[in-house]
T-cell receptor, first 112, second 112 residues
Framework: AQSVSQHNHHVILSEAASLELGCNYS??????LFWYVQYPGQHLQLLLK??????LVKGIKGFEAEFIKSKFSFNLRKPSVQWSDTAEYFC??????????FGTGTRLQVFP | NAGVTQTPKFRILKIGQSMTLQCTQD?????MYWYRQDPGMGLKLIYY???????DKGEVPNGYNVSRSTTEDFPLRLELAAPSQTSVYFC???????????FGDGTRLSIL
């Protein structure tokens, strides 16, 4: 069955630190991969997506992710985090033709 | 642009009561989804629909029902509310099953 694993459940960083959040998936077909962000009290918003082509994907707010097919991974990165990046981050993969499978999320806290 | 609109935003129910969570979208998306979000558990798919008149079960459908009489609306019904259904419910829509999903602001439901 398709699945998504986010191994970092809670990450605490200081402002200006670099960020990398792990995402591994299992899916036998063509993958579409996504990272969503959920700011406190808000709904999920799309950060970036990968469908095909360049495996290094750039999204909004300085985030990027790299698709590594051999490792079944799609890790999210940001060179220098800000306090405003405090949020929960969800990785997702297409779970067949009709729906997405979401990971359990990583809570990021950034301290000034 | 309204996007995906959910009502109500908050609701408290007593055990055994019933209610309908409303979801409407104005993007002419064929695909619509209902998720529940519990702390540390990510998003669990309850039901989804690939078009008017078509619905299908997700990962956690027990205790819920849906209908899709129009492209715009996808209500979620709880027939006999139970404490285990205390959660935050999100509705989402997309152009296709593997496309990015657009989320509503959520309904926070407490069952006492």
């Amino acid at each position: 069955a398709q699945s998504v694993s986010q191994h970092n459940h809670h990450v605490i960083l200081s402002e200006a630190a670099s960020l990398e959040l792990g995402c591994n998936y299992s899916y036998g077909g063509t993958v579409n991969l996504f990272w969503y962000v959920q700011y406190p009290g808000q709904h999920l918003q799309l950060l970036l997506k990968y469908f095909s082509g360049d495996p290094l994907v750039k999204g909004i707010k300085g985030f990027e992710a790299e698709f590594i097919k051999s490792k079944f991974s799609f890790n999210l990165r940001k060179p220098s985090v800000q306090w405003s990046d405090t949020a929960e981050y969800f990785c997702a993969v297409n779970g067949g033709p009709d729906k997405l499978i979401f990971g359990t999320g990583t809570r990021l806290q950034v301290f000034p | 642009n309204a996007g995906v609109t959910q009502t109500p935003k908050f609701r408290i129910l007593k055990i055994g009561q019933s209610m309908t969570l409303q979801c409407t979208q104005d993007m002419n998306h064929n695909y619509m989804y209902w998720y529940r979000q519990d702390p540390g558990m990510g998003l669990k798919l309850i039901y989804y629909s690939v078009g008017a008149g078509i619905t299908d079960k997700g990962e956690v459908p027990n205790g819920y029902n849906v209908s899709r009489s129009t492209t715009e609306d996808f209500p979620l019904r709880l027939e006999l509310a139970a404490p285990s259904q205390t959660s935050v419910y999100f509705c989402a829509s997309s152009q296709g099953g593997t496309q990015p999903q657009h989320f509503g602001d959520g309904t926070r439901l407490s069952i006492l």
